[in-house]
């Protein structure tokens, strides 16, 4: 089903949060991605998007349960296909390995079959569906850690566990049929923000659907024998070690939020006077283990110091960690204050500001968020990294131009134009 398009590709937003994701995409090439509608159930986020996207440019709708895609066609004059492209993430906490991993059982983990049900009544050329790596892993039916460990070593290699219990059931039983029924064109990945630019580490799990199939997946199985993922679409512009141009190193602390100036109260939390005392002690880049190996500098003892996590399993990579300049951000939690999820400042006892979060996520410096500080740091911690969005969109504008028989003017490098030539065109 070919649908002539013309320029600005129109797009909608599902699940929009505070709109990095959108943003991202809508920068790509020269702005030929323009969102017209967002959705998206949370009122400050909402505001958020409508602080920074004028409300005659689009329309805004607040929870998708409540929402008609026929309804939403119509509102935009568009007719069922004819839009470019439906991009977003279902809310992720229930498949985090840093949430409570309820999966499917929670209300937020169900809401994927709100997406998928717009994509079968909108029909979009593409869609971007994004999500957090533990939708690989998760189960249909929870089973407590110290029982799957017992299983396992009672049964080496074949766990006493039903096919509901086994990790990464949500996804083979579940997601992945569903997907698949769509009929679209499926290209996915874990993906590496820092590898496209984002100074921070955070992986994202990315499906890229194409209705008329133009990814050229099926040609790319024939010559090399392999099954298309998604760095083979968007190869990574930056890396750790950066062998050899045209890849760049990765971006680290420093060029994201050195020149940012010392935060007004209302945009940052502070520390106590107790928890200053210990974070004077820590040097840059170090974590909860400085404390273990140099029990001498602090007296207090790591017990105290880590309260009921002291006796806890887990890397708690989080507790007492002090950020480093010169390597990229570590994901950001949604709160950086708590002891679990701390986000220390490389030289100031604070916390990292709201400004410093979201240039950690790529969001330009004026762009305004609406609400509270909480729900400030909740609104970027749960954001796409715009520089990811961007990298999206370059990738659906160069595959939407090779089908049309047209050339991008800046191809990113000749990977890019010899990878169109061999599997695209």
């Known amino acids: 089903m070919k649908v002539p398009q013309n320029k600005p590709f129109q797009a909608i937003s599902l699940f929009s949060g505070a709109g990095g994701l959108d943003l991202g995409l809508s920068q790509a090439g020269q702005g030929e991605i323009k969102f017209r509608a967002w959705v998206e159930k949370d009122e400050d986020s909402r505001q958020t998007l409508a602080l920074n996207h004028p409300v005659e440019q ?15 066609l119509q509102i935009l004059g568009l007719e069922k ?3 470019f492209l439906v991009a977003g993430g279902p809310p992720c906490q229930a498949f985090s390995t840093a949430g409570l991993r309820r999966s499917i059982h929670e209300t ?11 994509i079968q009544k909108i029909l979009p050329r593409f869609f971007v569906f994004e999500n957090v790596r533990g939708l690989l892993s998760v189960a249909i ?3 407590r850690y110290a029982d799957r460990v017992a299983s396992e070593r009672n049964n080496p290699g074949e766990p006493n566990l039903t096919n509901s219990e086994r990790l990464g059931s949500v996804f083979d039983q579940v997601f992945w049929p569903k997907m698949k029924s769509l009929g679209y064109e499926i290209v996915f ?3 590496n923000a820092a590898d496209y630019g984002t100074a921070q580490i955070r992986h994202r799990f990315i499906f890229l659907g194409s209705r008329d199939r133009e990814f050229g997946s099926g040609k790319f199985r ?5 099954t298309m993922t998604l760095q083979d679409l968007l190869p990574p512009t930056h890396h750790r070690f950066a062998p050899y141009l045209p890849i760049k190193p990765w971006r680290v602390l420093r ?3 050195a020149n ?3 935060p007004m109260i209302e945009d940052t939390f502070t520390y106590s006077t107790e928890r200053r005392c210990v974070w004077e002690r820590i040097p840059p880049g170090c974590y909860w283990t400085y404390i273990r190996d140099n029990p001498d500098k602090f007296p207090e003892g790591l017990e105290y110091l880590l309260k009921g996590a002291y006796k806890s399993g887990g890397g708690k990579v989080g507790y007492w960690r002090r950020l480093s300049w010169d390597k990229p951000a570590p994901t950001l939690p949604t709160q950086p204050q708590h002891l679990a999820t701390g986000l220390c400042h490389p030289e100031i006892e604070r916390p990292l500001s709201v400004p410093e979060y979201a240039a950690l996520q790529d969001f330009p410096s004026d762009y305004r968020f609406a609400g509270n500080k909480s729900s400030k740091y909740l609104q970027i911690g749960n954001a796409v990294p715009v520089r990811l969005g961007t990298a999206l969109g370059h990738l659906l504008i160069s595959v939407a131009e090779s089908s049309q028989g047209t050339q991008r003017v800046n191809c990113s490098n000749s990977q890019e134009q010899n990878f169109k030539q061999l599997f695209l065109v």
């Open 189 to 191: 990945g874990l993906v």
């Open 108 to 118: 937020r983990g169900q809401v994927a079959d709100n997406y998928f049900n717009f």
């Open 81 to 83: 296909g004819e839009a």
């Open 255 to 257: 060029d994201a939020i």
């Open 260 to 262: 940012i100036p010392e």
């Open 141 to 143: 039916k929870h089973r």
């Open 222 to 226: 024939k010559v090399t024998g392999q």
């Open 58 to 72: 689009g329309v805004m709708f607040g929870d998708i349960i409540e929402v008609s895609p026929e309804r939403l």
